[in-house]
C-alpha cells in the first residue's frame, strides 16, 4: 500500500522560508516521478513544481527562483524548499508520486502552508 507523508508546513511571515518534506513508502521511490500541488480556498488545484526520477525538476512561473524541489531516494522523501514567502502562497500542499511501473498516481493529504503579511 502506497503511502504519502507530507509535512513541514506552517504559519511563516511574508519573507520567510519553510522546507515541506514528502516521505513515501509501499512503493520504490526511485523509479517515481513526483510533484508538489497546492490549493488555495476557493481554487483549483495547481501545479507547483515536479521531479523526475533522474533528478529533472520543472517549476510553475509564479516560483521559479523562490522554491526548489528535490528528492533524496535513499530516504524514499522528497522536499519542497520554498524562500522568500508570499501571502499569495497560502494554500494547501500536496505531494504526489506517479509509479511508471504501474502507471498509477498516489497522492498525500496535504500540509497547511500559511504566510501572513
Known amino acids: 500500500q502506497v503511502q504519502l507523508v507530507e509535512s513541514g508546513g506552517g504559519l511563516v511571515q511574508a519573507g520567510g522560508s519553510l522546507r515541506l518534506s514528502c516521505a513515501a513508502s509501499?512503493?520504490?521511490?526511485?523509479?517515481?516521478?513526483m510533484g508538489w500541488y497546492r490549493q488555495a480556498p476557493g481554487k483549483q488545484r495547481e501545479l507547483v513544481a515536479t521531479?523526475?526520477?533522474?533528478?529533472?525538476?520543472n517549476y510553475a512561473d509564479s516560483v521559479k527562483g523562490r522554491f526548489t524541489i528535490s528528492r533524496d531516494n535513499a530516504k524514499s522523501t522528497g522536499y519542497l524548499q520554498m524562500n522568500s514567502l508570499k501571502p499569495e502562497d497560502t494554500a494547501v500542499y500536496y505531494c504526489?508520486?506517479?509509479?511508471?511501473?504501474?502507471?498509477?498516481?498516489?497522492w498525500g493529504r496535504g500540509t497547511q502552508v500559511t504566510v501572513s503579511s
Open positions: 504526489n508520486v506517479y509509479t511508471m511501473a504501474n502507471s498509477r498516481l498516489y
Open positions: 509501499g512503493v520504490i521511490f526511485s523509479s517515481t516521478a
Open positions: 521531479i523526475t526520477s533522474s533528478g529533472s525538476a
